[in-house]
């Protein structure tokens, strides 16, 4: 028997991919991770061409716009993380899959191959109890207008209360590995992972 938790569940399983790949560029959205670089890189940073040693660095990369990211490789000491801009259609990189962008898209001296996986996870429904607002009307404040006429307006105040809520969480996480690529040789990788919570409701009391 599909209970009424069920159908939600199901329609909104149909457009949480989708709603996920819309996050990437709606809001900024950061992975994660570590850093492999396997040769010394050259990157351009602001005009400048910063080299960054062979090694394993903790490392995050930020999707800023639809068009834009930032490589930030965190080095020991204060002030001294390297942000690198990196040009990448956004809207290009699927949910589950595989992505190429070439060196001179990036605006950098490597092409970058990724794969992204996407995994959403709904839990069991839950139950409880959360603080509300609700607007209640307090009196009038009237005045004389210009025309000698009564002009009236309601004035509402707000106050706090509670409601009882039925709801589950869903939670989004995504696992990015991109490769930066020259000459056919990987100069270094990153993986990364960004997780995500949306609280969604299926049943909301009224405010007492």
Do not use: W
Request: glycine share 6%; hydrophobic share 35%.
């Amino acid at each position: 028997m599909v209970t009424g938790l069920s159908k939600i569940k199901k329609n909104l399983s149909l457009i949480a991919i989708f709603a996920a790949s819309l996050s990437l560029t709606a809001c900024k959205t950061s992975f994660d991770g570590v850093l492999s670089v396997k040769e010394e890189l050259s990157l351009n940073v602001k005009k400048k061409v910063v080299k960054v040693e062979v090694g394993e660095k903790n490392a995050s990369l930020h999707i800023n716009s639809k068009t834009d990211a930032t490589l930030e490789i965190r080095l020991a000491g204060n002030n001294n993380n390297i942000k690198a801009t990196f040009k990448i259609p956004v809207q290009e990189i699927p949910e589950n899959g595989s992505f190429k962008v070439s060196a001179a898209t990036l605006k950098q001296a490597y092409d970058a191959e990724g794969q992204m996986n996407t995994d959403v996870r709904d839990t069991e429904e839950r139950t409880g109890m959360e603080f509300c607002q609700r607007r209640i009307y307090v009196g009038s404040d009237c005045y004389t207008d210009e025309k000698g006429r009564t002009r009236c307006y309601p004035i509402y105040d707000y106050v706090t209360g509670e409601r009882y809520i039925e709801y589950f969480d869903r939670i989004t996480t995504r696992d990015l590995k991109l490769e930066l690529v020259k000459e056919s040789r990987v100069a270094a990788d990153f993986v990364g992972r960004n997780t995500s919570s949306q609280r969604i409701y299926t049943r909301i009391g009224h405010c007492y």
